[in-house]
């Protein structure tokens, strides 16, 4: 299958800080990619929609000010998230659907936040 | 967010038995679905998708559609102990969102 990265895959940081999550499609171009937030024994929830040269697409009740999405090229995607705070410790997971394999949807390895 | 609804477990089945794990959905508009599989502290892994009623075959495993009662299955033969993880169900939704359900633990005894 296509091969979806991201980096880092553990991070912890201090309160108030930001963190940036990269994603990238290794062997393949996404226009389009998407980002979710598991917590623990929690399904994917999708948080937003990230669209190569134009804003992101935020899920209800997702803040985009705390949650910046960046889609700056065809493989890379970037999630900041800002002023970062205990209860936004969560597994973050990107991924993106590869056109040449039927549009199926690919995942990076997550990414693991602790907020202290 | 639409829904995708799947027994949360844990299915427990014996080594060599067929695990057989259910899910729902509530939009009609979903045409696609997939199966992934999640193990624990890791990010989830495409097992196979299936766009038409029916079954769809590919190795130990068969997904199986029925649009009209809004239901998909996924069956696996001749369980082996790793394959116990989590079995995440997902709908397509407007041609380019992806709802998951909660999941199903899924345990093969040796």
């Known amino acids: 299958g296509a091969v979806v990265s991201q980096h880092p895959s553990w991070v912890i940081c201090k309160s108030g800080t930001s963190v940036k999550i990269e994603c990238r499609s290794l062997?393949?171009?996404?226009?389009?990619m998407f980002w979710y937030r598991q917590f623990p024994k929690q399904s994917l929830m999708l948080m937003a929609t990230s669209n190569e040269g134009s804003k992101a697409t935020y899920e209800q009740g997702v803040e985009k000010d705390k949650f910046l999405i960046n889609h700056a090229s065809l493989t890379l995607s970037t999630l900041t998230v800002t002023s970062a705070h205990p209860e936004d410790s969560s597994f973050y997971i990107c991924?993106?659907?590869?056109w040449g394999a039927g549009g199926e949807l690919f995942f990076g390895e997550g990414s693991r936040l602790t907020v202290l | 967010q639409k829904e995708v609804e799947q027994n949360s477990g844990p299915l427990s089945v014996p080594e060599g038995a067929i695990a057989s794990l259910n899910c729902t959905y509530s939009?009609?508009?979903?045409?696609?679905f997939f199966w992934y599989r999640q193990y624990s502290g890791k990010s989830p892994e495409l097992i196979m998708s299936i766009y038409s009623n029916g079954d769809k075959e590919d190795g130990r495993f068969t997904a199986q559609l029925n649009k009209a009662s809004q239901y998909v299955s996924l069956l696996i033969r001749d369980s082996q102990p790793s394959d116990s993880a989590t079995y995440l169900c997902a709908a397509l939704w407007n041609f380019n969102k992806f709802y998951f359900g909660s999941g199903t633990k899924l345990n093969v005894k040796p």
């Open positions: 062997d393949f171009q996404a226009t389009t």
């Open positions: 939009d009609r508009v979903s045409q696609s």
């Open positions: 991924s993106a659907r590869d």
